[in-house]
Nanobody, 118 residues
Framework: EVQLQASGGGSVQAGGSLRLSCATSEFTFDDYVISWFRQAPGKEREGVSCIINSGSNTYYADNAKGRFTISRDSARNTVYLQMNSLKPEDTAVYYC???????????WGKGTLVTVSS
């Protein structure tokens, strides 16, 4: 069973930065796509970024491009999301997700709260 835990959230002012971490259980990273999602109060969950092929391929939502960077450290079984130039609309609970490539089975971790004040 794949276990994931997001951490690193907090409260910052607009323009500030945070680095989120997604700690994972041991498994073959290349067998999974690791993604970051977020959900604001009263809003639907939306995808933010994902990483595949040992970090060779990364994808970002339009509102994250140029501000967020996803990376992975296989030795630590951890995926990171560096968030710069944060905006109030980035306020949400952030979740990490692992999708197995062959089966498309998804695993969700507990979220971490990010609050950006204006």
């Amino acid at each position: 069973e794949v276990q994931l835990q997001a951490s690193g959230g907090g409260s910052v002012q607009a323009g500030g930065s945070l680095r989120l971490s997604c700690a994972t259980s041991e498994f073959t990273f290349d067998d999974y796509v690791i993604s970051w999602f977020r959900q604001a109060p009263g809003k639907e969950r939306e995808g933010v970024s994902c990483i595949i092929n040992s970090g060779s391929n990364t994808y970002y939502a339009d509102n994250a491009k140029g501000r967020f960077t996803i990376s992975r450290d296989s030795a630590r079984n951890t995926v990171y999301l560096q968030m710069n130039s944060l905006k109030p609309e980035d306020t949400a609970v952030y979740y990490c997700n692992a999708e197995r490539l062959n089966t498309r089975m998804n695993y969700w971790g507990k979220g971490t709260l990010v609050t950006v004040s204006s």
